[in-house]
């Protein structure tokens, strides 16, 4: 007898013909988590709508005390603030009876979910045994063997008479699914590398306002290792840049609303996020050509500084308000000179990418206030509350971010602290905040000078006026003209008499011993000076006097 493996995780124990056949990754359960969490509060909103309310295991407690009890003085923090639609239900009482889902029980109201790339079925079998609300799940796989292995995992976890197993190629079954009765409300695409052959399906076969959940992991392709091959792909040029992980996000966005566009849709994102070695985002999808039209302005054109990565965005389309009407027009440009204003390098162009917010901050903390309130749900609980708490704190119309530690290498000079540098740009007058996609991430509304300004004056604070030989460029980031005009009001004598110490010292011969480095020289790195712990670079100046003496 063929001997199993079982992989356990969540409520799903999934078997496999052995452990070496079947690649099973345990750092995509974050993913899978996630994924549980968010189609949990998109299917709460739905079927509000169709009259039923959802149940989660853990959550009964929450519902049970009311917003206006209170325990020792104080309204209970632990309460769920129930969606609008579910107190108006509640509000209204004998006038609509609303129906009651539970996990693992078959909803005739309930949502229709397809799994196009299901492998194994973990991530479907989960959806079975940890979703409510679900009518019917299509875990697809092209493979025979993989097909069949759905079939007995369903079987195996007692889900069969939600989940169907199917052995058709993903685009042909989307494809299949374009009318209106046979749209899925939720579709899940999670390939082994770009899920570009499948975008113009998955756009069509979706609901009114249904949800598709992608995944991508092609990180070398959209981080800018392969620009051509990004463009082929999702339609957009791809750089190498610090803010890489967030401009990805924003290249599988614009591939997706331009697909959707084509068929009169548009989307709406949800939530968008950078995690390990991929991407993942949460789009609702809707049809409607008047906000269609609005698309080419929620893209933008990219141009990004080779030397200090400074960025501008060009966006494609323009928009003006004429009374009842939008006049649509081409946008005007560009936003940068033949080359940088701050150090002189050339331009790189990239995208279009997305430039409008990747999230809804509004549905964002229903699924942050659903993990937290509920933590022993999903095993990476803390890590999900840790970064969609990061996410609600991120500026939404503020698009791609600059890395603290690359602005300080720039210049040469040690990285101030992130409170010093937020705290400079707020006195400032500007809003700046953090980033999930990158640690060190500034993202902020100040210009690119005022953040050149606040790190010369750093620079000038903590570092010594000497200007590193092999920045060959950086005497235009380095004015230090700039630096004490924009702290006094004027340029010091000291600073001053340093530039013009210096000036042209390579051209000019020094005589006088006094002005000589006492570094020891070459020949006393190998051992052979004969001038031992005296040895100096003067020495050498002196050797050379008395050989042209002779």
């Keep these: 007898m063929e001997r199993e493996t079982v992989v356990r995780e969540g409520k799903a124990a999934i078997l496999f013909p052995s452990a070496n056949e079947v690649f099973y990754n345990p750092v995509q359960e974050f993913n899978r988590d996630l994924t549980c969490a968010v189609i949990t509060e998109f299917a709460r909103v739905q079927l509000a709508q169709r009259g039923v309310r959802i149940l989660i295991p853990g959550e009964k407690d929450r519902v049970v005390v009311q917003l206006s009890e209170e325990k020792n003085g104080k309204v209970d923090q632990e309460t769920s603030e129930q969606p609008e639609n579910e107190q108006q239900m509640e509000e209204e009482g004998d006038k609509k009876e609303f129906i009651t889902a539970s996990v693992g029980e078959r909803c005739e109201q309930g949502l229709h979910v397809l799994e196009g790339l299901a492998a194994s079925g973990l991530r479907s079998v989960r959806f079975a045994l940890e979703l409510p609300g679900l009518k019917s799940i299509t875990a697809n796989d092209y493979s025979a063997k993989a097909a069949a292995l759905i079939a007995r995992n369903a079987q195996h976890n007692n889900v069969s008479h939600i989940l169907q197993a199917s052995q058709r190629d993903a685009s042909m079954v989307m494809y299949e699914a374009r009318g209106r009765k046979e749209r899925y409300d939720v579709i899940d695409l999670d390939p082994y590398g770009s899920p570009s052959p499948f975008l113009d399906a998955a756009v069509q076969a979706v609901s009114e306002g249904g949800l598709l959940c992608i995944t991508c992991t092609d990180m070398a392709v959209m981080a800018g290792n392969s620009g051509e091959t990004c463009y082929s792909k999702y339609g957009s040029v791809s750089i190498k840049s610090k803010y890489c992980h967030e401009m990805a996000l924003r290249i599988i966005l614009h591939s997706l609303d331009q697909r959707a566009a084509v068929y009169q849709r548009y989307i709406e994102p949800l939530l968008s996020v950078s995690v390990d070695f991929y991407i993942r985002v949460f789009v609702r999808v809707k049809t409607g050509q008047v906000v269609v039209k609005n698309s080419a302005s929620k893209q933008a054109l990219l141009y990004n500084c080779v030397g200090c990565g400074a960025f501008h965005l060009q966006r494609m389309g323009k928009k003006m308000s004429q009374g009842k009407h939008m006049k649509y027009s081409a946008a005007t440009g560009p936003p940068v000179g033949p080359s940088c204003e701050h150090c002189g390098q050339r331009h790189q162009l990239g995208g279009p990418i997305w430039a409008e917010p990747i999230h809804d901050i509004t549905f964002v903390q229903k699924v942050l206030s659903a993990v937290s309130g509920n933590p022993t749900r999903f095993r990476t609980s803390k890590r999900i509350e840790g970064v969609l708490s990061m996410v609600t704190e991120e500026l939404q119309d503020i698009p791609l971010y600059y890395v603290l530690d690359h602005l300080s290498s720039t210049v040469h000079c040690n990285t101030p602290s992130m409170l010093q540098f937020r705290s400079a740009l707020m006195h400032a007058g500007y809003r700046v905040s953090l980033s999930h996609a990158c640690k060190n991430a500034v993202k902020t509304d100040a210009p690119a000078e005022v953040l050149w300004d606040i790190i010369r004056c750093w620079h000038k604070q903590v570092m010594t006026l000497k200007v590193p030989s092999t920045s060959r460029n950086l005497h235009k980031l380095h ?55 005296k040895c100096c670079y003067s020495h050498e100046h002196e050797q050379e006097t008395e050989e042209k003496m002779d």
Excluded: M, N
């Design 479 to 533: 004015p230090w003209e700039h630096v004490t005009k924009g702290a006094s009001g004027g340029v010091s004598s000291e600073l001053e008499d340093k530039r013009k110490q210096f000036q042209g010292k390579r051209k000019k011969q020094i005589t006088d011993s006094s002005q000589l480095k006492s570094f020891p020289c070459k020949k006393f790195r190998k051992g052979t000076c004969t001038y031992g712990d």
